[in-house]
Structure formats: C-alpha cells, structure tokens
C-alpha cells in the first residue's frame, strides 16, 4: 500500500454531511479504521486523536476516522467524549476494503495511514496497538512534513548521463517511462505528445548512423523514443506561442524522472538529422521531430572520451539560482 494513490470515496460524516475525499486535498490525512464506536480501545484512540489534533494542524494534516457504525451512532460518540476528529461512516466497508483494513472474517482490522499532500499513501500502520499509537503518527508525519519541503530526491538525482550499457530494457519498462509522460498536463488536456519507441536492432542502427559524432555515446542503446508533434494538436496562442512544445517538454521530463526512479537513463538529444529520422521512421512532414530520448540502463564510464567521462563523473553544474530567477519585475 505504501506508495499507492488513495482512491476517491465519498462517505458520510458524523454531522450527517457528504464527504468527499477532494475535500482533502493539498492537506496530509490521518485516515484511520477503528471496529466500533463506544468501546474501550476506541474511545481512547479517538481522545488521543483528539488531544493531539491541534499539533497535526500545524503540520497542516487533518485526522479521519472510519468505522461501519451510523452516522448517527458515531454523532452520540463525538458529542459523548467531546471528540473533535471527523468521523466518517463506511456500513459496507467498502473503503476499509480498498485499504486493506479488513480482518479474514470480515471485521475491522484497526488500522492507520498516513496520506501526503497529493493523495498517496506514505505510512501504514496495521494491527494498531493504542497506546502511544496517535504520538507515534504525529512523530512520523513531522519527518515527513520536513521531508516534503526539501529538494524532491529523484530531480536532484537525475543527471545527463551519457554512459550507457547495452543491457535490454524491457517494452514493460518503456511503456512504463510513456505512461509517465503521457500524464503530463497540458493545454485544455489536448495530450499533443506523440512517440515511436525504437528497440528493433535494424531501426536503432539508422537512426543512430542520422546523428553527429560527437553523439557517439548512444551507441550502446537498446531503446530510443521519439517524441513528436505539431502546432494544430495544441493551443496556438497570441504573440507565436505555439504550446506544443512546452506540453511535449513537460511529458518527456516526467518520462525522465520516471526513468530515475526505475535506475535508467532517459536522455533527451537535439543532435540529430530530423529529416532523415522522419523518414526512417514515417513521421510525417508536418510534424516536428523534437527530440529523440535515449533509453538504456547504466553502462562504463571508461568507455567515453575524456571530455564525456570528466562530466559523467564530476560535480553537476548549475548557474547560481539568481541568474535565473527575478522576483516580481524583469532583471538582466
């Protein structure tokens, strides 16, 4: 479960209204299952909750409970222990089921999960003993909290690789990398991206005969990715904006953060001949090839030019943060 997108659910609270899981949104979520309201362990897991609720706040997380009693029985429960968490009634246990909170015979197993800001799972707790358990979560999701304000780990890891191993990637991981891209947002949703995934031997080897010498890295490669379109799949936009390019832009830098976190190489190159890559692979003539990703795992640094290899295993360069970024007004 860890890792995993929640599922949508509409539910019923305590105070008889409607539920909805988007009412969560941009906020972390203590989701918890407890058997029955009105009982011993429930009662003080709820009033540890409880006591406790003000901190979660300012770790901007709000605390959910979820059993199959009525609305109507956890309302008496709320306003009987002075309980300020929300409870939420599921009488069929259907998303006590979708969570895995659900014993063999049926009952509920009292289970916790801590969800982040964009709705995944990133803590579990199943079997839950009470006691210190709602201090136990407050202590994960501060380390969480501090966690998810830093640098994301997966971009400040990606690199642009050029040592490359001739190891096969499979069509499952490369439909993998695609499906990333291919949910990249864009302009009214028109998902103007289009791919021709290369691995057959012969179509690899025209393609990589249609690029510069100083591209002979990709030599190894088992798989390269076309990434393809034109202007009228897209907004055109005042002042020449055509946004096809930027939306293409956005998926192929989910298909590389993808590839990060499988342990590949996604490189994107402009050094190609396009016309002659159109043709190899009948793209058509008004489209624009706009890049070509080269997909392998990791190969030998040893096997680069000098050049290549002081890169590949030297420090990454970036320009200080202030030659890039300007607040509020234009600078040189």
Known sequence: ??????????????????????????????LYFYPKANTPGCTREAEDFTALLTEFRKLDAEIVGVSPDKTEVQDKFVKGKSLTVTMLSDPDKTLARAFGALKEKGGILRSTFLI????IVRAQWKKVKVDGHAQEVLDTLRV???????LNPLIASRRARRALSEAHVSREEIETMIEAAHLAPSCFNNQSWRFVAIDDPETLSAV?????RGNYWTGPAPAIIAVYSKPDLDCQLSDK???YLFDCGMAVSNLM??????????????????VVVKEILGIPNDHVLITLVVIAQPGDPEKLSEKHREEELGARERKALAEVLSWNKFKL
């Open 208 to 212: 990589k005969a249609a690029m510069p």
């Open 241 to 243: 904006r055509d946004y």
């Open 257 to 274: 953060m993808q590839a990060t976190q499988m342990g590949l190489i996604a490189h994107p190159i402009a050094g190609f001949k396009p």
């Open 1 to 30: 479960m860890l890792f995993h997108q929640v599922p949508q659910f509409t539910l019923r609270a305590h105070s008889g209204e409607e539920a909805h899981s988007a009412r969560f949104a941009g906020k972390y979520l203590v």
């Open 144 to 150: 969480l909290y501090e966690s998810d304000r830093r």
């Open 116 to 119: 982040d800001r964009a709705g």
